[in-house]
C-alpha cells in the first residue's frame, strides 16, 4: 500500500535531504517550512540539523588547503602515465 504524501508534513529523510539542500543555500522556502514544521517535533530530524550544524562549522574553520583543478588535472595525468608505464 503506497502512503499518500502530505503537502506540510515531510519523511524523515526528505528533512535530512532539505536540511542538506539548506546548508549549501539550495533549499526553496517551501522546503525550509517543511523543514522547520518538521524540526518542531521530530527529534531525529533535530539532531541531524544539529550535527549538521556543527559538520558545517568545523568544515569552515578548518584551514583546508585544497588541490586547483589545473593542479589537478596535472597530477591526474601525472598518474595515469605512470600506470601505463607499468603495465
Known sequence: MKEKKSFLFISCDEA???CDK???KEASFWE????????????ITRAYVKQN???TTMVKKSKID???N?????LKKEFEKEL????
Open 16 to 18: 535530512k535531504h532539505i
Open 22 to 24: 539548506s546548508q549549501y
Open 32 to 43: 525550509k517550512i517543511k523543514l522547520n514544521l518538521r524540526y518542531t517535533w521530530c527529534k
Open 53 to 55: 550544524k556543527q559538520l
Open 66 to 68: 585544497c588541490l586547483k
Open 70 to 74: 589545473d593542479e589537478r588535472e596535472a
Open 84 to 87: 601505463m608505464e607499468q603495465n
